[in-house]
């Protein structure tokens, strides 16, 4: 599937917002979008700012953006055409199994392909025709935000991955590549740089799994397919494939040559600091004849709910190790990232506290867990707090764990350069303390009625 499958169910589903209105990519798009976050916002006439020098001033082809594809549960679902309640399984099923794409000879992605990557020339192919926005006053350039970076490692073959990108020049953009992780690992092992292909505009299915971390040599475009088809072409000038399906692709390879990154708006909705990372030369770009460019607001809706929702399936599998789990939800309350809530149904004394043992294995950056029973709505913040006020007791159902490796994003955790971050972990077992009465801790609940009846007589 695609992007432009997507917009056209959003549509005729009534969540779409399109905006005709003429916006400028540089501050006032991010504003806008921000203000409307938890929809998919289509803006179709994007204009650039004359008064910024080149390469800052973008959007000079008038291509339309979307924003906040991503940004509900509901819209995963409605694309990946299974329920709500079942995006879980699906993603827990793809990740288990994941199918191999097929390759075809030709796709949408290369409809147009300009090798002719001229700095001096603006109408080529130069990075400042795409609508690539500037979010904030004190970022220090535009930032292609909702790529996703193909690479392939000698060792373990391709890794799919999201790499915030800063535009350095018209053909030149500075990626932002953590530690350690399946970019960077293979990029270390290059003398002459990393071919790369970033994939902008994709299938929802594309970003779920360019989100995940499946354990090394697992091709995250076989979770992709698993999830929806997501055929793929061979590139123009690098040897690696892409979805066909995509609107633009930048093809590229990663060099050594570093220079300051940030600073720029995280997931945790702070700032993350400047650091000194790769620059990525584009020596080709390749789209679609009507294509369509998509962005993604850093710390809102969409980046929350794809760094948070593939770790939930793997939170599930570790704690349906321990004990019966019935759901996982991570919160955007914490980030997304830092705070789970995990239902199960208790057929033991200790089953509370080894799933919140097992939620912390199975999500390493998790700093707050609640377990509760599956009479609670994990999504629903008002009820897990009632289940904490009706059914925890401190001294008895408090887990504290002291002095654990954290995750780098948290910015009261302890940092040291060079060395993992380390923090204290917190888990609460909410669940019903083991042989009591049930019935004395259920919520008791007005019987429904249909108030239109009442408020139309
Ligand atoms: C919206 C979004 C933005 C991300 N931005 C970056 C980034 O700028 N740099 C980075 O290294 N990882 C980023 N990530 C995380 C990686 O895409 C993710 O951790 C990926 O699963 C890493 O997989 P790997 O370990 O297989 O490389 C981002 C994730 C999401 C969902």
């Given at each position: 599937m695609s992007l432009r499958h997507f917009i056209e169910q959003a549509r005729q589903a009534g969540y779409l917002?399109?905006?005709?209105?003429?916006?400028?990519?540089?501050?006032?798009?991010?504003?806008?979008?921000?203000?409307?976050?938890?929809?998919?916002?289509?803006?179709h006439l994007v204009t650039p700012t004359p008064a910024l020098p080149r390469p800052f001033r973008t959007g000079e082809g008038a291509i339309p953006v979307l924003v906040g594809a991503g940004s509900a549960r509901e819209y995963y679902a409605l694309d990946l055409g299974v329920p709500t309640e079942k995006l879980l399984s699906t993603l827990t099923d793809a990740l288990a199994h994941p199918r191999t794409p097929?390759?075809?000879?030709?796709?949408?992605?290369?409809?147009?392909?300009?090798?002719?990557?001229?700095?001096?020339?603006?109408?080529?192919?130069?990075?400042?025709?795409?609508?690539?926005?500037?979010?904030?006053?004190?970022?220090?350039?535009?930032?292609?935000?909702?790529?996703?970076?193909?690479?392939?490692?000698p060792d373990h073959g391709r890794n799919v991955s999201f790499h915030r990108l800063m535009v350095t020049g018209p053909r030149t953009v500075?990626?932002?590549i953590v530690e350690g992780r399946g970019t960077d690992t293979a990029w270390r092992k290059t003398q002459d740089g990393l071919p790369v292909a970033i994939c902008i505009g994709n299938s929802l299915a594309v970003l779920l799994a360019a989100s995940m971390s499946p354990p090394k040599g697992?091709?995250?475009?076989?979770?992709?397919?698993?999830?929806?088809?997501?055929?793929?072409?061979?590139?123009?000038?690098?040897d690696l494939q892409v979805p066909a399906e995509t609107e633009i692709v930048l093809e590229g390879h990663i060099t050594h040559t570093l220079t300051d990154e940030g600073p720029f708006l995280d997931l945790t909705e702070t700032m993350d600091y400047v650091r000194q990372q790769p620059i990525i030369e584009i020596?080709?770009?390749?789209?679609?004849?009507?294509?369509?460019?998509?962005?993604?607001?850093?710390?809102?809706?969409?980046?929350k709910l794809l760094m948070g929702m593939p770790k939930e399936p793997t939170i599930y599998a570790a704690v349906s190790e321990v004990c019966e789990c019935r759901d996982v939800a991570i919160t955007p309350?914490?980030?997304?990232?830092?705070?789970?809530?995990?239902?199960?149904?208790?057929?033991?004394?200790?089953d509370g506290r080894k799933a919140?043992?097992?939620?912390?294995?199975?999500?390493?950056?998790?700093?707050?867990?609640?377990?509760?029973?599956?009479?609670?709505?994990?999504?629903?913040?008002?009820?897990?707090?009632?289940?904490?006020?009706?059914?925890?007791?401190?001294?008895?159902?408090?887990?504290?764990?002291?002095?654990?490796?954290g995750s780098s994003l948290d910015p009261s955790a302890a940092h040291v350069p060079g060395q993992k971050t380390r923090t204290a972990k917190m888990g609460l077992d909410a669940t019903i303390p083991w042989g009591a009465k049930r019935q004395e801790y259920e919520k008791v609940r007005y019987e429904g009625v249909d108030v239109r009846e009442y408020r139309s007589a």
């Amino acid at each position: 599937m695609s992007l432009r499958h997507f917009i056209e169910q959003a549509r005729q589903a009534g969540y779409l917002i399109e905006i005709h209105r003429e916006v400028s990519p540089h501050l006032e798009l991010a504003r806008v979008a921000a203000a409307l976050d938890g929809k998919p916002v289509l803006f179709h006439l994007v204009t650039p700012t004359p008064a910024l020098p080149r390469p800052f001033r973008t959007g000079e082809g008038a291509i339309p953006v979307l924003v906040g594809a991503g940004s509900a549960r509901e819209y995963y679902a409605l694309d990946l055409g299974v329920p709500t309640e079942k995006l879980l399984s699906t993603l827990t099923d793809a990740l288990a199994h994941p199918r191999t794409p097929e390759v075809m000879a030709s796709g949408p992605c290369q409809e147009i392909v300009e090798h002719d990557v001229d700095p001096s020339t603006l109408l080529r192919a130069n990075l400042g025709r795409l609508p690539i926005l500037t979010h904030l006053p004190t970022d220090r350039a535009p930032y292609i935000t909702a790529g996703v970076a193909i690479i392939r490692d000698p060792d373990h073959g391709r890794n799919v991955s999201f790499h915030r990108l800063m535009v350095t020049g018209p053909r030149t953009v500075a990626a932002r590549i953590v530690e350690g992780r399946g970019t960077d690992t293979a990029w270390r092992k290059t003398q002459d740089g990393l071919p790369v292909a970033i994939c902008i505009g994709n299938s929802l299915a594309v970003l779920l799994a360019a989100s995940m971390s499946p354990p090394k040599g697992v091709d995250e475009l076989g979770i992709a397919n698993a999830m929806s088809p997501t055929p793929l072409v061979q590139c123009k000038t690098i040897d690696l494939q892409v979805p066909a399906e995509t609107e633009i692709v930048l093809e590229g390879h990663i060099t050594h040559t570093l220079t300051d990154e940030g600073p720029f708006l995280d997931l945790t909705e702070t700032m993350d600091y400047v650091r000194q990372q790769p620059i990525i030369e584009i020596d080709c770009i390749t789209h679609r004849q009507d294509a369509i460019y998509q962005a993604l607001l850093p710390g809102k809706l969409e980046h929350k709910l794809l760094m948070g929702m593939p770790k939930e399936p793997t939170i599930y599998a570790a704690v349906s190790e321990v004990c019966e789990c019935r759901d996982v939800a991570i919160t955007p309350g914490g980030t997304s990232w830092l705070h789970a809530v995990v239902s199960i149904v208790k057929r033991g004394p200790d089953d509370g506290r080894k799933a919140i043992e097992a939620a912390f294995k199975g999500h390493g950056s998790l700093k707050h867990v609640v377990v509760v029973d599956d009479d609670i709505n994990l999504h629903d913040p008002a009820e897990v707090e009632w289940a904490i006020a009706t059914r925890f007791q401190a001294d008895r159902d408090l887990v504290v764990l002291a002095d654990q490796p954290g995750s780098s994003l948290d910015p009261s955790a302890a940092h040291v350069p060079g060395q993992k971050t380390r923090t204290a972990k917190m888990g609460l077992d909410a669940t019903i303390p083991w042989g009591a009465k049930r019935q004395e801790y259920e919520k008791v609940r007005y019987e429904g009625v249909d108030v239109r009846e009442y408020r139309s007589a």
